[in-house]
């Protein structure tokens, strides 16, 4: 496990143009995946022993120049491609893409603004002020345990105007369109993949950058997602005849009616659906969709435990129960945010900037937005290295719930061995990253003191205070 974590470590050390800033980016993933707290970079240094002094320096790797987030994130998925047990479908590696939304209070933090929460909790608030992250991850693991590990988190939303201050060639669009660039970036490292989206997601503008980047890359990147009871499809054009521009499109299909005007049609299959064997009804047709667009889809209409739902898949040939099977992993991502909060606090930064202008809750329709009215270079530095610090943060997270999710499948026997856990019931036989990161807590200083042949080792000893102490205590 320990050889397993220098390994993976070393391998992001040509990442980096100075060496202490390799340094820290060990302590700091290390320490988001055994702290015991959540209260940001603090928590690192109290359960890792590091000497307080260094909280500063700490604080000012996630600006440094010493690093590039494309960079690190390019080179974290290549090792999960190497690592990790990629689960496949048909030769296509499953990636899962979705939005997560976090409230931030901040007057003064990059890219805050008012965005829409829909949810059936009535915990939940309609409209928050916060930031809005797009996602992607790949399913690891095997049928009976898979685990989506974060490759991607990026801010999506009010960061556009801020983005083009580096003078990259690169035109950010909307987060919709994001989601498939980031998708399709993944792709080009893990190979031909299918990603699983909400419903959100499927739109035309979606669906034109996607067939724009497959064009130039054989088809690299398919999409299934779902679509809207609404939703309205087209059958292709009969063969033309007579003068006129060809028709683009045949007859409308209201997709809503087809579950009542076609119910003797409905197939009826047995498929593993979120861990169980379920009886399903389903109907697949190959329709035109989208206004202007009318690109072909596979639609399948699914009638499962009373309720009714519309999958769509870009991959014409793709088997209709291969598809219904398939989005029951979708929200694999979702147990990926909830432990990226919860256990790892990804999202507790707390990084601002005096150069940020301050937050208007409260603005007109049409209003230019004071960001926008920034010329001096040095204020946009500062601004642009703030908003590097707080995808960093949430970067430095997506590693370690990745690492623990890969150990987790990788090492569960070893840490199943001895019960240092309460648990009500007897653990699975793969654990959760929770488990992982209690065993690793409870045990890193003793991996410290004994091992002098891994360079992680070395690093952490380096930084702290009184290592000695900590020495002895393990001895006695």
Request: proline residues 3%; aromatic residues 12%; positive net charge.
């Amino acid at each position: 496990m320990w050889k397993l974590l220098d390994q993976v470590f070393n391998r992001f050390k040509k990442c980096f143009s100075r060496q202490a800033g390799f340094h820290w980016f060990v302590i700091i993933v290390i320490g988001f995946m055994i702290r015991a707290d959540t209260l940001g970079v603090t928590s690192v240094i109290r359960d890792l022993a590091i000497a307080p002094t260094s909280y500063s320096t700490m604080m000012h790797f996630f600006r440094a120049y010493s690093w590039d987030s494309n960079t690190l994130r390019n080179q974290w998925i290549c090792i999960v491609k190497s690592i990790a047990p990629i689960w496949q479908e048909d030769g296509m590696t499953v990636l899962v893409g979705d939005g997560v939304k976090q409230p931030k209070e901040a007057r003064k933090m990059p890219g805050v603004k008012k965005l829409h929460q829909e949810s059936e909790n009535s915990s939940k608030a309609e409209y928050i002020f916060g930031h809005m992250f797009g996602g992607v991850g790949v399913l690891v693991g095997n049928i009976g345990k898979l685990f989506c590990v974060p490759l991607s988190l990026k801010l999506h939303d009010g960061v556009k105007s801020i983005r083009q201050w580096d003078n990259s060639e690169e035109i950010y669009e909307s987060h919709v369109v994001e989601m498939i660039k980031d998708g399709f970036k993944s792709a080009k490292i893990m190979g031909r993949s299918i990603m699983l989206l909400d419903r959100y997601f499927l739109s035309v503008p979606a669906l034109k950058k996607l067939e724009e980047l497959n064009s130039a890359n054989s088809h690299l990147l398919h999409i299934l997602t779902k679509a809207k009871m609404s939703c309205v499809a087209y059958t292709k054009p009969g063969q033309y005849k007579g003068k006129g521009r060809p028709r683009k499109k045949g007859d409308s299909i209201k997709l809503k009616e087809l579950f009542t005007s076609s119910k003797e049609e409905f197939k009826e299959a047995t498929i593993s659906i979120y861990g169980k064997e379920e009886k399903v009804q389903y109907l697949c047709h190959n329709l035109l969709w989208g206004q202007k667009l009318y690109q072909e889809l596979r639609f399948v209409l699914v009638k499962y435990k009373g309720i009714n739902s519309i999958l769509v898949s870009t991959k014409l040939d793709l088997n209709p129960e291969t598809i219904i099977r398939l989005y029951s992993y979708r929200f694999k991502i979702e147990c990926t945010f909830r432990e990226l909060k919860q256990v790892i606090g990804g999202f507790s930064y707390q990084f601002w900037s005096k150069s940020m202008p301050k937050l208007k809750k409260y603005t007109k329709k049409g209003e230019t937005h004071p960001v926008d009215e920034i010329t001096c270079k040095k204020t946009k530095e500062l601004i642009l290295a703030t908003l590097k610090a707080i995808e960093g943060y949430v970067l430095c997270s997506s590693i370690a719930i990745g690492l623990l999710q890969i150990i987790s499948l990788r090492f569960s026997k070893d840490i199943n061995k001895t019960s240092f856990r309460f648990l009500r019931t007897k653990s699975n036989a793969i654990v959760s990253e929770a488990t992982v990161a209690c065993y690793l807590r409870r045990n890193i200083f003793s991996f410290i003191s004994k091992t002098n042949k891994f360079s992680i080792s070395e690093i952490i000893k380096d930084k702290q205070v009184e290592p000695l102490f900590y020495e002895e205590s393990q001895a006695s």
